[in-house]
């Protein structure tokens, strides 16, 4: 049986390089060696406030920008989560096997938990649980993340282990696939700071995938920089590092050959160069991102959570079993 991928990312803000580089360039490279699930999880999306009109636009671009990045609907599935009820359902029989503390230490909660003030939903704080039903729903063995989504895979891990140990062999433990590089992509304005979509005042150290020419020149343009003049590898600067990692990732030069690329040269020159490289990448991958037809965006969705469902289903008809679940039709 080949192995099992299974990634996702919400339907809110607009997708950044940072989830690009961290996430869905990877899903895209793995795609053909693993039967593959991409999902858009917009149950996660609605743990904070959505508008709905919102929401559910950004949940077709989502799936555009997925397809125009790569993935292939004809190798991977590629489904909206809350198509599949499954998800949803899974989520409370683990809710039954997840201790409050669990979720109390989750770092993510907790900075979430804080931007919400007092106005902390219920699902905020199952949010990981119910990534933990995607994910095991279909006895996945390697899921592609950003770094920091790492506590809520080992947490997911965890689930899994005392759900087998206490009901009997249910799911397969994951593993979590985080590249060595490209993991953390930091904001152009503040390299101490993830680049993240949900952070409003970080707008401007944020390259979108959306982004036309005139923001991505702005942007690289004021990117801060640190002190020190030489264009190079080094930890102890991660302004540069950091705008040296996205070039280096989107050129596909080794760091030698980035090195020696700015030999000599400034934060000009590399500023002007990962403008350009940036904007060539993005360009075409814009006009597919437009050229996606509605109707077969709609066959690509209803086809995958056909195939989702038949994943996922019977794994979740399996835990309920498992758990004594049964009822008029078992
Ligand atoms: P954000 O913080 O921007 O709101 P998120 O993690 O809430 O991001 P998702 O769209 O659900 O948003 O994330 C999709 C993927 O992108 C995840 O695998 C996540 O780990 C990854 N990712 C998010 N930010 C970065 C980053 N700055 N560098 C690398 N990977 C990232
Ligand atoms: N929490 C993830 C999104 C997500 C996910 C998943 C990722 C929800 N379910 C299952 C991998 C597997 C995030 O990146 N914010």
């Known amino acids: 049986m080949p192995k099992r991928i ?28 693993y039967e593959s699930f991409f999902c858009i999880v917009n149950l996660h999306a609605i743990t904070v406030p959505q508008d709905p009109k919102v929401l559910a636009a950004k949940t077709r671009e989502l799936a ?26 899974l989520t409370w029989l683990l809710n039954c096997v997840t201790r409050m503390s669990e979720l109390e230490r989750m770092t993510q909660f907790k900075d979430k938990a804080r931007k919400q003030q007092e106005n902390v939903g219920v699902g905020l704080f199952d949010y990981p649980v119910l990534m933990a039903a995607d994910i095991l729903l279909y006895q996945t063995d390697l899921v592609p993340v950003g770094e920091d989504q790492k506590q809520h895979l080992e947490l997911t891990r965890d ?35 993830k680049m993240s979509k949900s952070d409003e005042e970080s707008e401007a150290g944020c390259i979108m995938l959306l982004d036309d020419a005139d923001a991505v020149r702005r942007k690289f343009k004021r990117a801060v920089t640190d002190s020190g003049t030489e264009i190079r590898f080094d930890a102890a600067r991660p302004a540069i590092n950091n705008l040296l990692t996205i070039y280096h990732l989107l050129t596909e030069k080794t760091p030698a050959e980035v090195e020696e690329h700015f030999g000599g040269q400034g934060y000009a020159k590399l500023k002007a160069d990962l403008t350009d490289v940036t904007i060539e990448f993005l360009k075409p991958f814009q006009e597919r991102v437009r050229a996606i037809d509605d109707g077969k965006l709609d066959e690509i969705l209803e086809r995958g959570a056909a195939r989702a469902e038949a994943i996922a289903g019977p794994t979740l008809a399996q835990a309920k079993a498992n758990m004594g679940l049964t009822g008029a039709k078992s």
């Open 6 to 33: 299974f990634s996702g990312a919400q339907p809110t803000g607009n997708v950044h390089l940072g989830n690009y580089l961290g996430a869905l360039r990877n899903w895209v490279a793995l795609q053909r060696d």
């Open 64 to 89: 555009r920008i997925y397809l125009a990045v790569g993935i292939d609907p004809e190798v991977s599935t590629v489904f909206v989560q809350s198509d599949v009820a499954a998800h949803a359902e």
């Open 159 to 193: 689930i899994a282990i005392r759900f087998n140990r206490d009901y009997g062999e249910t799911f397969r433990v994951p593993d979590p696939f985080i590249p060595k590089v490209g993991a953390r992509i930091m904001s152009l304005a503040d390299p101490a700071k």
